[in-house]
Each structure stands twice: as C-alpha cells, then as structure tokens.
C-alpha cells in the first residue's frame, strides 16, 4: 500500500462502502433519506438499502468492551447483564485477578507512560506477566510493548519482547502505530492493536479491519466512539473513563451495550441517528477530547 492510500483511505468502512464514494457521499446524486452529519453527508439505513448496502452485519455484529483496570461493582453489574460483551484490559500496576469466567488481556503501560511523559520499564510489562502465570490463568491476548507514534520503535519493540509473550503460550498483540500501514505487521501477530496518536487511529482503522480479522482498539472512551469503533467491526476496544464517576459517560456505555445487542439503535454516530456505516476521514476535536477521558 502507497503512502497516498494511507494518507486518503475510505471514509467508510465496508461492507457498505461500494455505496459511497472515497469521501462518503452516496455516488447515488438522488435525495437519500437521512440526517446531515457534521462532514456534509447524507445517509441512513434506508438510504443504504436503496443502494445495495449489506446492514446485516449491524444486527449481528458484538464488540467486546474491556474497562481498562477497573474492577468496581458497576462494571461487574455490566458483566452479568450483558456476559461475554464484557471483559477486562489489566495493564502493569493493575492486576486484580479477574473473577471466574471474565476474560482479560494484558496492556504494556507504554501509552499511559508516553502520555505523562515518563519512560516505559519493562519490569511492570514483565512483573505482571509472571503474576498472571502463576495464577494460572491465560489472556485472551497480552499487548506487545510499543513505541507510541513510532513505527520503528515499535517494529525494534516487537522483534525484543514479542518472544516473552510468545514463551508462555499466549496470543501477542501487535499495536500499530502512526506511518504503519498492514504490510507492516509481523506475520505472527496475533491480534492488532490500534494504537497511535488519537487523529491517525480514527483515519487509519477501517485499513486495520478491512484487512485483518480480529482487530482490537484502543482508548475509546464515549458512546460516540464505541459507535465509530464498532461500525468498522472492530472485535473488542478499551478505555479507562468508564469508572471515573461520570455519569453521562456510564450511561452511554450501558445504552450502546444494550442496542446493539439488542439491534434497537437511536445513538447517532457522529450525531447522525440510525447511521449504517462510519465516517472515519480524520478525528475531529471532539473524538479527540472524548479519547483522553
């Protein structure tokens, strides 16, 4: 893939993506039913049936949300309600050990250190991989240190600890970084992991899961951007603003948890009601205060 393709990729992500064109206008020019979203597009799950879009995938479609270590009683509420949509993201310094039938993965810490401008240390990454172990227990998959908004560092990153992940019997998950494109990936990776600066991540991920199948996505932390992440497929997604006490961001996890697995969506996406398919051009300032709750 070209630099410019990755610059430009499809504002939408498939299977509805034949219906409209590289930036999102339906190529059909006749009035299609819908609200006016915020980049000047029109479309609604009746408009993308009259275009031949597949919506089937609206309905059956179930992302995995893992609040990122946090075990408090709301969000074991959340994992009887609604069971397998729930899981835990447990990075170094957070190990609690989960509750019998919750899944989990394991974080590296390098975002969190990265954004407070610290230097990541290995002994946390590595502490907490040895207390899982002598637990007994196996993630569902354990991030492979990174470098943030570095591919060359990541890359130097994966071919150094990706071996300690690999040892134990574990799923190692690659996290993709800003100037990466899928060639990039190293063939034995086992889950993707979008990461990144929060402007390349949301442009970048229908690539990631158009082109590979279990793709998880990291820091989202509102209703709108469990939309966004969800309406590109992505499998699972975390962030840690679902137990900070507010309110109105709670409820919007437990509404999205409760449409979509119940197929009875209202929330906008991108403040468009009953949208069939996400507009993921660029990160608008919105997403990006909303990604560092």
Known sequence: MSDSELAAPPCYASPCEAAFCGHGRP??????????????CYHSLDGIKRLGGNIDWLISHR???????????????????HG????????????????????????????????????????GWL???TTVGKHGLTPEWALVPDVVASKSGTLAAWERWSPEVFRRGWRAAFAVQDGMTPEDVPPEADIIFVGGTTDWKWKTLPIWTKNFSRVHVGRVNSERLLWMAHDCRAVSCDGTGWGRGDKKQFRGLQRYLEQSSSGTRQQPLLQLHNAGISRLSGACPGCQSEDSK
């Open 63 to 81: 992302m995995v949300v893992m609040p990122s270590n946090n075990s408090g009683i709301r969000i074991g509420r959340l994992w009887g309600r």
């Open 84 to 123: 397998d949509r729930i899981a835990w993201l447990l990075g170094p310094g957070g190990w609690r050990c989960p509750p019998v039938g919750l899944p989990f993965a394991l974080d590296n810490g390098a975002f969190g250190a990265w954004s407070k401008g610290q230097e990541w240390s290995a002994e």
């Open 27 to 40: 190529l059909a020019r006749a009035k299609v039913s819908g609200v006016k979203c915020c980049t000047g």
């Open 127 to 129: 502490t907490l991989m």
